[in-house]
């Protein structure tokens, strides 16, 4: 999934719909959420935990290659966004997302 479209489905997705961003934030409210994104310079032993508790959940989670600053940005935001983690997704279709986070799981 390129840049353009990521952006577009998370932007849509923190204006309309309700999105947790920061990495605290989204380990806590990971309990019916649609998906999860983090950003892959996150510390790893928190990302470790935010995937293990993602598992748990039956939560699944895209791993974003960008850094922090990127996935803000793509977010709409002007802040390094670690993690985010989507509630309801307003008008965005989260299709792709999930599809390319159960594609990244079985890699």
């Known amino acids: ?43 790893k032993d928190k990302q470790q935990r935010l995937v293990e508790a993602c598992k748990a959940a039956n939560v699944p989670i895209l791993a974003y290659l960008g850094k922090a600053i990127e996935l803000g940005a793509l977010c709409g935001r002007r802040f390094r966004v670690l993690a985010l983690a989507v509630k309801a997704a307003g008008d965005a ?15």
Do not use: N, W
């Not at 719909?17 to 950003?39: H, P, T």
């Not at 279709?93 to 890699?107: F, G, N, R, V, Y």
């Open 1 to 43: 999934m390129d840049d353009k479209e990521l952006s577009k489905i998370l932007s849509t997705a923190v204006k309309t719909g309700k999105c947790v961003l920061g990495l605290k934030e989204a380990q806590k409210s990971i309990r019916g959420s649609k998906i999860v994104v983090y950003s892959t310079h996150a510390p």
């Open 93 to 107: 279709d989260l299709t792709p997302l999930i599809s390319e986070a159960q594609t990244q799981k079985k890699i």
